[in-house]
Structure formats: structure tokens, C-alpha cells
T-cell receptor, first 112, second 114 residues
């Protein structure tokens, strides 16, 4: 069966520090991968999606970047965090979004 | 662009009350519609879905019907339980330039009191 792993679960980082959040999927190949952010009291915002290795699409201009170095690995990064980067980050994968997306447990990032 | 609008929360009900969470959408094509649920401290889980007009999705006592004429997908449950307390997200999936995306509503926090 397929599983999705996302880590770390929580992270507290100072302003200006770098960020790396990792997401891996097991039990499937060539998944569509997504990074979402949920800011406090707000809905889910799609940040990046990827349909294949090295193929990254950005939804909104921001302080973050994403990479897909391997088929089942999706990384969210920042060179210098801002206070506004705080939030709950969710990784997801889907074979076909017309049926279902599967979400990781999320990473709660607090930038201080 | 495509969008989803949900009933503002938070919603607080007593156990065994009837629940409705309204959801309407705007889409240029024929999207699939979903309700996802997020329990405290966790990621999202699919609650139910409908892929075409007049389909009814159901799971764990929750139901929602895909209404194309009113562009709605309201979530209902006849008798809620304390364990239903969570944040509920309405979403649609559609294709954009060959890629599929999920567009979410803002979420509705539901609290059920015993």
C-alpha cells in the first residue's frame, strides 16, 4: 500500500535561517506531488506541484522553493525564513486528483 | 479562476444535532468535488467525493450531493457526535494546462459539545 511521510512534525526557526522540509512517498511510482500551506485561521493554499522529476510549478510568488530530486521525494526549501512563513505545511500525492489526494501529517513551522 | 466558498465558521453544535456546512463552487469545466476532514494536529483525510452531477458521496454518516444547477456541494449529517469535531474543507479538482490541482475552500471548524 502507499504511504506518505513528512518530517519534521514541528519546527521552530529564527528569522533569516534556512528551511528544508522533506516529503517521501512509498508504494507508487510517478506520483503527482503537492505542497500546501495552511496559515493560522486560513484555508489551504497550493504552493507548488510536480508531475515528474525536476518538474516544479509554482502557484504564488514567495520566499520558498521546491525541488524533486527523485521520483518519490519532494522538498520544500527557503534560504532565509520570514515571519510570514509560519504555518502548517502539508505534502500530498495523488495518482489522479479526480479521485483522491493523500496527505502527510504536516509540519508546523513557527518562525521566531 | 476556479474557486470554492465555504460557510464561515466556527460552528458549535450539541451532540445529536443536525449538521449542514454549505459549500459552493465556481468552475469553468466539470470538476470533481470533495470534502476533506482535518482532525486536530493531523493532515487531511478524504471524507467523501462526487465526480459528476447528481452524484451523492457518503461516508461515516455524512452526505453531500453534487448539484450542478446551484453549483453546490453541501455537507450534511443527521446526528453529530463529539468525535466529529474537526475542520472540514470543501474542494474541487480540475485540470489546468494539463496538470490537475485541488482547490480548497477556507475550511469550517466544527465543535460538538456533549
Amino acid at each position: 500500500s502507499q504511504t506518505i511521510h513528512q518530517w519534521p512534525a514541528t519546527l521552530v526557526q529564527p528569522v533569516g535561517s534556512p528551511l528544508s522540509l522533506e516529503c517521501t512517498v512509498e508504494g507508487t511510482s510517478n506520483p503527482n506531488l503537492y505542497w500546501y500551506r495552511q496559515a493560522a485561521g486560513r484555508g489551504l493554499q497550493l504552493l507548488f506541484y510536480s508531475v515528474g522529476i525536476g518538474q516544479i510549478s509554482s502557484e504564488v510568488p514567495q520566499n520558498l522553493s521546491a525541488s524533486r530530486p527523485q521520483d518519490r521525494q519532494f522538498i520544500l526549501s527557503s534560504k532565509k525564513l520570514l515571519l510570514s512563513d509560519s504555518g502548517f505545511y502539508l505534502c500530498a500525492w495523488s495518482p489522479d486528483l479526480r479521485t483522491e489526494a493523500f496527505f502527510g501529517q504536516g509540519t508546523r513551522l513557527t518562525v521566531v | 479562476g476556479d474557486s470554492v466558498t465555504q460557510m464561515e465558521g466556527p460552528v458549535t453544535l450539541s451532540e445529536e444535532a443536525f449538521l449542514t456546512i454549505n459549500c459552493t463552487y465556481t468552475a469553468t469545466g466539470y470538476p470533481s468535488l470533495f470534502w476533506y476532514v482535518q482532525y486536530p494536529g493531523e493532515g487531511l483525510q478524504l471524507l467523501l467525493k462526487a465526480t459528476k452531477a447528481d452524484d451523492k458521496g457518503s461516508n461515516k454518516g455524512f452526505e453531500a450531493t453534487y448539484r450542478k444547477e446551484t453549483t453546490s456541494f453541501h455537507l450534511e449529517k443527521g446526528s453529530v457526535q463529539v468525535s466529529d469535531s474537526a475542520v472540514y474543507f470543501c474542494a474541487l479538482s480540475a485540470s489546468y494546462g494539463g496538470a490537475q490541482k485541488l482547490v480548497f475552500g477556507q475550511g469550517t471548524r466544527l465543535t460538538i459539545n456533549p
